[in-house]
């Protein structure tokens, strides 16, 4: 303990050495983060258990993300980002039973030992004109330094696609916003990942002072939740297209993205597992390239004053082929607001609420129905409803906007689609750092 605290100290003072004035071109910059989620859940009536179901009883988890972020600017417009990261621990019952799972720094890995790897490595290069500027701050993944309002960037390498699609300043990052995995991003979105949550590709962004146009390209594992990527990339692949638009309400900051998106891979499709074996589904059994999936999906965020904000989420999916990377989760509907603590003189505070709808395709549906199951969720049976989630959490600054501490209840009502199981209630506590 007494050594980590050494390192902690030690990082802090690099990444002080680093900082500079965010009028300048930062040439390098180190920061760090923690979080450590510590869940809980009381024994749930279930009628029926099966091979990917949430356990019905009692169940504590805890999981530990460590990663260390490191920036250079290379030549001008150029930045190169490295992060390397540990994860251990696990979620409730091997991360599985519940589409909106409750903890979105779980990964489905298999095993709880931490383990460390490159989580991000890539290079931006951007084309600025115009004389309209904003001033960035020293930042994980983000160097200091004044950056044009008009610009067109390019980024290749390895990253997490979440880090520049279906952002939302209330509900995005799990490890300071609310944890569960249907808020972190648009559900239905099965966004391109490997196992631990990061994928390798490019990405080409237009910036606008009022506008931002962006499109990637990515490459796929070559299973569902894998960690191999396919190297057939002509055949697998996702393509991602995102515009976003910024404007002002009642001179408050509103936001509103529209994305579509379009996967392909070696994918099994639900209705031609039913086909091959209606008894007992299998949808591996009938992967093949040609199978893909497509869907669109809206996201809007507004101030409505300078402490309180609120949002909205809607995204669909096709439903006929398996879910690849993310959750199972076709269609879904989210929405929730966050009060900073201003008003009882606690302004780094947060106080948040929201709540979530999944859904899937019937498709999907009658292939859980006969007993199939999926890489996330699968109970032999289903008695289909949707899958309904709320959260609550606030957020306490304990030291200097560095150290937060989190107590956070879930409820979720026919977790996996079904009214025989639940409802849950999951009462979290979460712990994290940053510099």
Do not use: C
């Amino acid at each position: 303990m007494k050594k980590l605290f050494l390192l902690l100290v030690a990082l802090h003072a690099t990444a002080l050495l680093f900082a500079q004035d965010t009028t300048k071109a930062q040439r390098f910059n180190l920061h760090f983060q923690q979080t450590v989620i510590t869940q809980t859940k009381p024994s749930f009536s279930a009628a029926y258990t099966g091979q990917n179901s949430l356990l019905p009883g009692h169940e504590t988890a805890t999981s530990l993300t460590t990663t260390l972020f490191g920036g250079a600017r290379l030549w001008k417009g150029a930045e190169a980002y490295f992060n390397t990261e540990m994860s251990g621990g696990s979620g409730f019952s091997k991360t599985l039973g519940v589409a909106g799972f409750p903890n979105g720094e779980t990964f489905r890995v298999g095993a709880a030992e931490p383990k460390i790897y490159i989580a991000r490595l890539f290079l931006t290069q951007r084309f600025e004109w115009g004389k309209d500027y904003d001033y960035l701050t020293d930042d994980a993944n983000q160097l200091a330094g004044k950056k044009s309002k008009r610009y067109f960037s390019v980024t290749a390498g390895k990253f997490g696609i979440s880090d520049y699609f279906d952002n939302n300043s209330f509900s995005h990052d799990p490890r300071t916003q609310f944890m569960n995995w249907a808020l972190m991003s648009n559900g239905a979105w099965d966004y391109p990942a490997n196992t631990r949550g990061y994928i390798i590709g490019a990405v080409a962004e237009l910036g606008q002072p009022n506008w931002s146009l962006r499109y990637a390209f990515t490459m796929v594992p070559t299973e569902a939740n894998g960690s191999v990527l396919d190297e057939r990339v002509g055949k697998a692949n996702t393509q991602s297209l995102e515009y976003e638009q910024r404007y002002k309400l009642n001179g408050q900051d509103g936001t509103v993205r529209l994305l579509g998106f379009y996967n392909q891979g070696k994918m099994g499709n639900y209705r031609e597992a039913i086909l091959r074996n209606p008894a007992a589904p299998d949808v591996d059994a009938v992967t093949g390239y040609g199978h893909h999936k497509y869907g669109f999906g809206i996201n809007a965020e507004q101030y409505l004053t300078p402490d309180f904000g609120v949002f909205a989420r809607a995204a669909y999916n096709d439903g006929k082929t398996e879910t690849w990377f993310f959750t199972e989760i076709d269609q879904s509907l989210s929405f929730g607001s966050v009060l900073k603590g201003t008003s009882w003189k606690r302004s780094n505070d947060e106080l948040g609420l929201a709540f979530a709808a999944n859904g899937i395709s019937s498709a999907h549906r009658d292939y859980l129905a006969a007993g199939g199951y999926g890489f996330i969720i699968g109970d032999g049976k289903l008695n289909y409803s949707h899958e309904l989630i709320a959260e609550l959490y606030y957020k306490i600054d304990a030291y200097q906007h560095k150290f937060w501490l989190t107590p956070d209840y879930q409820f979720i009502v026919n977790p996996a689609y079904n009214k025989d199981r639940g409802p849950v209630n999951v009462f979290a506590i979460r712990a994290h750092v940053e510099f």
